[in-house]
């Protein structure tokens, strides 16, 4: 394993481990600062990010900004990163449909992420979504009875909370108390901060 970032993300760009790369523009890579004290964990890279890149930088990834932001979390400050490297999605016309990664895609990257841990160190981790969790805790984790409730994992405090994107989805008229919710479950993780 290797103990600089740019070099796992330079290994992780020439990644064949699973199908996905095969239909995916590029691998997305964690990004933040190498000694981040908050590690934010997602399920795959969406459309967006995976043109681009880097996570969380589509829609979700706003919506992440705004729930830092209410947190009390400067977002320069936090590592982000996937699960899974690669966009999963199917075609429909011209548009990419993201598709939950499998168990599978999730253990083939899970070598890239448990790198990424040992590189940056953080002392607290907020998983976002239910893929995310599962891939951290195991398969009976459920979000609605555990988000927002720091647990320790791995010598570590990890927070499960929902995913930006589920936000995104849900009724225009529930957004604002989806938004203020998750911010509730990262203001969690920012208590926790050494």
């Known amino acids: 394993m290797s103990t600089d970032l740019d070099d796992l993300r330079a290994a ?3 990644c064949t ?3 996905l790369y095969a239909d995916a523009t590029q691998a ?3 990004a933040g ?3 981040a004290w908050l590690m934010l964990v997602g399920e795959q890279p969406g459309d967006r990010e995976d043109r681009e890149g880097a996570p969380f930088v589509g829609p979700a990834g ?3 900004d705004d729930a830092l932001q209410r947190a009390g979390i400067d977002r320069d400050e936090v590592y982000v990163t996937n699960v899974v490297k690669h966009f999963r999605f199917e075609r429909e016309g011209k548009r990419r449909i993201h598709r939950t990664p499998t168990v599978r895609h999730v253990r083939a990257c899970r070598h890239w992420f448990d790198d990424e841990l040992d590189v940056v160190g953080p002392q607290v981790l ?3 979504g239910a893929t995310a969790a599962k891939a951290l805790v195991g398969p009976d984790f459920r979000i ?3 988000r927002g409730r720091a647990r320790e994992w791995n010598g570590r405090q990890l927070v499960p909370t929902v995913h930006p994107s589920s936000i995104l ?5 529930t957004r604002e108390a989806a938004l203020e919710a998750l911010a509730a479950d990262l203001r969690v993780a920012a208590d926790l901060r050494p």
């Open 12 to 14: 992780a760009a020439r």
């Open 144 to 146: 609605t009875a555990e």
């Open 169 to 173: 989805r849900g009724p225009p008229d």
């Open 126 to 128: 907020a998983s976002l």
């Open 17 to 19: 481990d699973c199908e």
């Open 28 to 30: 997305v890579f964690g």
């Open 33 to 35: 600062p190498p000694s």
């Open 62 to 64: 706003r919506v992440l």
